[in-house]
Every structure is written in structure tokens, then in C-alpha cells.
């Protein structure tokens, strides 16, 4: 059985998909299974995949009903330990990838590392130490993470959301239940970041539908409280301050993190309350 299963999501990606299956072919460990989900595409991503084929483990073409169908399908046919999902647009760091996370010994749930900008080659997320600011201030990039498969199985991903999908993933895994979490110093993936959630109010829009979903209206109104100071704090005048006042942007970082702190307390308090019932 591989230890890796890399799951490659895919519609009409004729100019990416052979990039991105090259860089997962390239690795320099074979501990791995690649699965392709297209959706069905009309553009010649089918052919092109079809000369994939001798290092595809399972593939389909079939219409879909959206990215996060396409993935739970993925996982239906994953038989790895860890889960990755390296879609069209997307591509391994580099060629070590694999076998540079398999050596760094991977104990927790979920492995997070570095992401990198397609377009430029920044990286797009950096390190955060407490995983609450991370999750309500930003998410964890799929590409650059690795998910124990059977937390998948248990916890497929919620199909009626398109953008956020594996956003309630991680709440629902990491602070809701008692999936473990690490991050590791190691660049993962370059990220396209053209997709759909690129798009910021839709993003916000369907995270507000997930919080009223999973938490009690007290927790969402401290939630809401947080994206105010975070907006306030960070969006607006952090640029400015780490230009020009590092001193200034760290106490208005701390101010935000304060809030993330009392969400916590917040939301252990409620489900501490939710698991006695």
C-alpha cells in the first residue's frame, strides 16, 4: 500500500494539467498513488491524461458536481495513509518534496508546510503559531498540507459549500474535534491562485454560512467580533505599519490575536458544553 495518495482534480486544463502531473511523476520517492478526477473535459485534457495512464492509479472523465464532489471521489479510491490534493495549476515545490516530508516523520492528522505564488514564486502563507489565528484569519492550502486519509473517510467534505468547503474541514477536524496538527519547515507546493476562492467576499460570504452551521449565535457574534478587529487591525493598516512602524504592526497584531485568544476560550467552552450533552 503507498503512503502517499495524490489526488489531481481537474476540467478543461489543457494548457496546466501536463505541468502538474509532470511534477508528480519527477518526485524522487515512488512511495506514492496518483488518482485523476476529471470532470469531464472537452478541451483535450482527457488526452493528454490518457498519456499519464502507466502512472495513474485510477483516473475517470465523467461530469461532476463540483470541485469537492470531484475530491470526496478522489478519496473513495485512495488507499494511502496521507492524503494531498494537487489539482490542474498546481505543482510539487520540487522534486524532493515527498521524500523530504516522509523523513521528516509524520505522526500528527494533518501536516501543514509552505505554499508559493505560481505567478511569482512568494510564498502566499506564512508560518502562524497558534493554529486559531491561523484557521480565522486565513485557512490552510491543500495543496500544501497532508491529510491522514481516514480522517477524509470520516469527515468528507461538505459538498453543498463551493468555496469553503475544506475551510469547515479543518474547523470541524482540528477545533470542533480532536484532529492532531503540525506544520513543518518544508516548501510544499506552488499554488495557483486564479481559482475561484480567490474571490474575498464570496469566501466571507460562505464562512459566515459555516460558522451559523456549527456554532451557537453567542460564538458567532464573538467570530464576528474578531473579522472586525482582524479587518481593522490587519487589512487596513497592517501594510502601512510593517512599512513604516514594525513596532505598530505588532500591537495591533497582538490585539487581533487577544480576540482570536477569547473566541478560543469561546469555542472550547462550547464544545467542551456540546460533548457533556
Same mark, same amino acid.
Given at each position: 500500500?503507498?503512503? #502517499?495518495?495524490? /489526488?489531481? +482534480?481537474?476540467? @478543461?486544463? *489543457?494548457?496546466?494539467?501536463?505541468?502538474?502531473?509532470?511534477?508528480?511523476?519527477?518526485?524522487?520517492? @515512488?512511495? =506514492?498513488?496518483? *488518482? +485523476? &478526477?476529471?470532470?469531464?473535459?472537452?478541451?483535450?485534457?482527457?488526452?493528454?491524461?490518457?498519456?499519464?495512464?502507466?502512472?495513474?492509479?485510477?483516473?475517470?472523465?465523467?461530469?461532476?458536481?463540483? %470541485?469537492?464532489?470531484a475530491?470526496?471521489?478522489? &478519496?473513495?479510491?485512495?488507499?494511502?495513509?496521507y492524503?494531498?490534493?494537487?489539482?490542474?495549476?498546481?505543482? #510539487?515545490?520540487?522534486?524532493?518534496?515527498?521524500?523530504?516530508?516522509?523523513?521528516?516523520?509524520?505522526s !500528527?492528522? *494533518?501536516?501543514?508546510?509552505?505554499?508559493?505564488? !505560481? $505567478?511569482?514564486?512568494?510564498? +502566499?502563507?506564512?508560518r502562524?503559531?497558534?493554529?486559531y &489565528?491561523?484557521? #480565522?484569519?486565513?485557512?490552510?492550502?491543500?495543496?500544501?498540507?497532508?491529510?491522514?486519509?481516514?480522517?477524509?473517510?470520516?469527515?468528507?467534505?461538505?459538498?453543498?459549500?463551493?468555496?469553503?468547503?475544506?475551510?469547515?474541514?479543518?474547523?470541524? !477536524? %482540528?477545533?470542533?474535534?480532536? $484532529?492532531?496538527?503540525?506544520?513543518?519547515?518544508?516548501? /510544499?507546493a506552488?499554488?495557483?491562485?486564479?481559482?475561484?476562492?480567490?474571490?474575498?467576499? $464570496? &469566501?466571507?460570504?460562505?464562512?459566515?454560512?459555516?460558522?451559523?452551521?456549527?456554532f451557537?449565535?453567542? +460564538?458567532?457574534?464573538?467570530?464576528?467580533?474578531?473579522?472586525?478587529?482582524?479587518?481593522?487591525?490587519?487589512?487596513? =493598516?497592517?501594510? #502601512?505599519?510593517?512599512?513604516?512602524?514594525?513596532?505598530?504592526?505588532?500591537?495591533?497584531?497582538?490585539?487581533?490575536?487577544?480576540?482570536?485568544?477569547l473566541?478560543?476560550?469561546?469555542?472550547?467552552? =462550547?464544545?467542551?458544553?456540546?460533548?457533556?450533552?
Amino acid at each position: 500500500m503507498p503512503f #502517499f495518495s495524490i /489526488i489531481t +482534480v481537474c476540467y @478543461n486544463e *489543457i494548457s496546466n494539467i501536463k505541468n502538474t502531473l509532470d511534477s508528480i511523476i519527477r518526485q524522487t520517492s @515512488n512511495n =506514492y498513488e496518483l *488518482i +485523476v &478526477v476529471d470532470g469531464g473535459s472537452t478541451d483535450g485534457t482527457k488526452e493528454v491524461i490518457q498519456q499519464y495512464e502507466k502512472h495513474i492509479a485510477w483516473w475517470c472523465s465523467e461530469p461532476d458536481k463540483g %470541485i469537492y464532489n470531484a475530491m470526496n471521489k478522489g &478519496v473513495c479510491h485512495a488507499t494511502g495513509e496521507y492524503v494531498i490534493f494537487m489539482n490542474a495549476g498546481d505543482w #510539487f515545490y520540487d522534486d524532493c518534496v515527498l521524500e523530504h516530508v516522509y523523513k521528516s516523520g509524520m505522526s !500528527t492528522d *494533518i501536516i501543514e508546510g509552505y505554499v508559493a505564488n !505560481t $505567478a511569482n514564486g512568494k510564498k +502566499v502563507k506564512e508560518r502562524y503559531d497558534d493554529i486559531y &489565528v491561523h484557521l #480565522f484569519a486565513d485557512t490552510l492550502s491543500h495543496q500544501g498540507t497532508f491529510i491522514r486519509r481516514s480522517l477524509l473517510q470520516v469527515h468528507p467534505y461538505d459538498e453543498k459549500y463551493k468555496i469553503v468547503a475544506d475551510w469547515k474541514f479543518w474547523i470541524e !477536524t %482540528i477545533i470542533l474535534g480532536k $484532529a492532531s496538527y503540525s506544520f513543518i519547515e518544508q516548501n /510544499i507546493a506552488y499554488y495557483d491562485m486564479t481559482g475561484v476562492s480567490a474571490c474575498r467576499e $464570496a &469566501v466571507w460570504s460562505e464562512r459566515e454560512a459555516v460558522c451559523q452551521e456549527l456554532f451557537s449565535p453567542h +460564538v458567532v457574534q464573538l467570530i464576528h467580533s474578531y473579522y472586525a478587529a482582524y479587518d481593522l487591525a490587519l487589512v487596513k =493598516y497592517a501594510v #502601512f505599519l510593517n512599512q513604516h512602524s514594525h513596532r505598530g504592526y505588532e500591537l495591533v497584531r497582538k490585539i487581533a490575536k487577544r480576540v482570536v485568544k477569547l473566541v478560543k476560550l469561546r469555542i472550547a467552552g =462550547y464544545t467542551f458544553s456540546k460533548e457533556q450533552s
